[in-house]
């Protein structure tokens, strides 16, 4: 079977999942604490980071980015990407966007300080660090919002790797209870109809020891 | 005429040059100072960053890495991101490797406070930072050394953006003469064999105002 090795925090581990589940590709899931730096998984990726996709005939796939461009290219059927040459320009720039600067602007600043931190005893979070985050949030959900009331989805008519990779890092952040979606009334809107999507469900279903996600996190109608 | 929005020393610039002179894809180059913050240039990508090619019947693609997959698919005769999916892996898994692990570890490190520092007027370099890029800089050279032993080019059997990529970083970083090439032979011979190549011209022409490179910067023996 098909494993995919991942943190179930992990946006990058989580759009892959929505990904794989979107286009119904069957798959185990692997938990790797890659702080332990296992030899076994420094030689499927040696950059020793999740997600890494095996498939059964053994080939790695390293990387979120990495793994949708080979998904979209192995299994066309249910087309991720867009499928003009300008619709694939618009997905990969706004992946580029989330993996980018809404991770490191974000999530790093907001799930980097209070579960990275914490796990890997690295101490409490930064107060700036949480600031900056929770400030450039409010603009980075402004930005989703017009783009979901401009749009059908955040790329365009259909929906793609680009709603997923945002509703990744939405997800993680959303497990930590750290979005006033009352705040973003569009983005909350575009957030409900992707978390209703059946490939969502894994992720909803997700615990971890020591975290309780909000009550609405698991919650269609929230 | 195609217009590539850049900066001469910007790695995901040179990239982007590469991959079009390489392709055989004629193209004008427009400095961009991003610090301006144009509002011209903020319509064509909203995250206010170089490269940004503007084909002629208008279509604007931001960054890098989404330029280089476009680039490959609109133009598909001389092919850079490989042919099977297992070598279409490979190819994106480096130029990840490049445009995350070493821009953030190597050339943000160097390039950042040695140059992108002094432009915006953010005072001197930090020692700190200098040391962690020098240190990296030996440990990447060795890996672009072992992948240079094993293979014909670093991804595989043929050129590829992977090689692009190194080469755009090593290349910015060999103009401030950051680059001990002695002490990595093999990565040196690869050097050489890419910046022997006609795609590798227009950047060892650049020149700046203030910034003299080295001598052996355009030499091909050097």
């Not at 497990?175 to 909803?204: H, M, N, Q």
């Amino acid at each position: 079977m098909r494993t995919l090795h991942h943190l179930p925090l992990s946006p990058q581990c989580r759009l892959v999942r929505l990904a794989l589940s979107e286009k119904r590709l069957p798959f185990d899931l692997a938990i790797e604490r890659v702080w332990e730096q296992r030899e076994d998984f420094l030689n499927l990726n040696p950059a020793g980071e999740v997600p890494v996709l095996v498939e059964e005939n053994g080939l790695a796939i390293p990387g979120g980015r990495v793994i949708c461009e080979y998904l979209d290219e192995a299994y066309p059927d249910v087309p991720l990407m867009g499928r003009t040459l300008a619709e694939r320009v618009e997905v990969r720039r706004l992946l580029d966007w989330f993996e980018t600067r809404f991770a490191s602007e974000v999530t790093q600043n907001l799930l980097g300080e209070k579960v990275d931190k914490r796990l890997h005893g690295r101490g409490h979070p930064d107060g700036n660090a949480l600031r900056a985050g929770y400030g450039c949030l409010r603009f980075h959900l402004d930005y989703i919002s017009w783009l979901a009331e401009t749009r059908s989805w955040l790329a365009g008519n259909t929906i793609s790797i680009a709603d997923f990779a945002a509703a990744a890092h939405l997800s993680s952040l959303d497990f930590i209870g750290d979005i006033t979606w009352a705040k973003a009334p569009a983005a909350k809107e575009w957030y409900a109809r992707v978390k209703s999507r059946p490939c969502f469900r894994g992720l909803l279903s997700d615990r971890m020891s020591g975290i309780m996600p909000p009550a609405h996190y698991a919650n269609l109608d929230f």
